[in-house]
């Protein structure tokens, strides 16, 4: 094998948008020619069966390639650049999806949130994924820093509704589907729960990423669905609720609108790559769960309003770039 051979260190192989990127990301360098091994720091390795790309990689806890050589490592979360310096790369680069000094903001550990900000400091070249993440990590660190946008998976997320989708019958009820994993305060996922269930609303769909979730009798929850279902599930839905407190690119509404399915989502970083209010979707300030049940409301009572956000969602998704374009 003559290609170069990397390494991709990860926290967790678990179902999360962020890993599902770095997998396709991956598999780019793969087809490019390189010899790519994942190496994970908790969990097991079978926590990457949930993902149609498992079977492409060399996977195993990233301790087990310490006596190897690799041209090239790359760190994708704050937590992994030390152990990763500790392997046997020629050059390293950072992949930073997100601010993880954010995360830190309701823990008590501001201890987490200086040693994640230093990780910024360490001078390894960085790639991450948004205009605004690009801009305040270029002024921090001397170190080039480039853009690189998450692409969807143009295979997965096609547009075959865009003529067919039905909007629906005036006095039928709109279809809700909530994304994002629950018990983590920054997703907003158990307000907005608590919302639809204020609401009486009774077409609503709670998907979690995580192993399980509570149950709510007006709400059907799935439990971590595969990326390969999730067409069919934002076809079966009109109004994707995502209320996050903070986001490097939150990539579910755009997915979202490939299925002419809109959405009403909070104004976090990253969403205004894509989100035109009143346009392809509504936009509430982050927090304001009063604004969200308004907007609901507004949509429950104005159908001509949510069949032209509905419409109006395919343009962004048609624009947005391909995974299998950015991976190269």
């Given amino acids: 094998h003559n290609g170069p051979k990397i390494l991709i260190a990860v926290g967790s192989l678990a179902v999360s948008g962020g890993t599902n990127i770095i997998l396709e990301y991956a598999y780019g360098l793969k087809l490019s020619g390189a010899e790519v ?42 937590k992994t650049v030390e152990p990763m310096l500790k392997m046997r790369c020629a050059k390293y680069i950072y992949f930073v999806q997100s601010l993880e000094t954010r995360f830190a903001l309701n823990s008590m550990d501001s201890d987490e949130e200086i040693r994640a900000a230093s990780t910024y400091l360490l001078g ?8 605004w993440l690009q801009n305040v990590l270029s002024a921090v660190t001397s170190t080039p820093c480039w853009r ?48 639809c269930t204020e609401l009486e609303l009774s ?45 490097a690119l939150a990539l579910p509404p755009i997915e979202a609108f490939h299925s002419a399915c809109t959405a009403i989502i909070s104004k976090v970083t990253g969403s205004e790559e894509y989100v ?44 947005w770039p391909d995974i299998h374009t950015t991976s190269l």
């Fill in 203 to 247: 077409a609503v769909t709670y998907i979690n990423p995580g192993e399980s979730s509570p149950i709510f009798s007006n709400i059907k929850t799935l439990n971590k669905v595969p990326i390969s279902q999730m067409q069919t599930l934002y076809e079966e839905h009109d109004v994707l609720l995502k209320m996050s407190r903070v986001e």
């Fill in 37 to 78: 091994s994942i190496g994970y720091l908790r969990g097991h390795q079978s926590d990457i069966d949930w993902h149609h790309l498992a079977g492409e990689f060399r996977v195993k806890h990233l301790q087990n390639f310490k006596n190897e050589n690799f041209q090239l490592g790359i760190m994708t979360w704050w």
């Fill in 148 to 195: 690189v946008r998450n692409g969807i998976d143009k295979t997965i997320f096609s547009h075959p509704y865009k003529a067919t989708r039905n909007n629906h019958p005036k006095n039928s009820e709109i279809r809700y589907l909530i994304e994002g994993t629950y018990g983590i305060p920054m997703k907003g996922v158990e307000e907005t729960l608590k919302v």
């Fill in 124 to 131: 390894i070249p960085i790639i991450t994924v948004a205009i």
């Fill in 276 to 319: 035109r209010h009143g346009t392809n979707s509504l936009a509430v300030e982050v927090d304001d769960f009063e604004k969200l049940k308004e907007s609901i409301l507004q949509l429950e009572s104005d159908r001509n309003l949510l069949s032209r956000l509905q419409s109006g969602a395919f343009e962004p998704a048609d624009k």
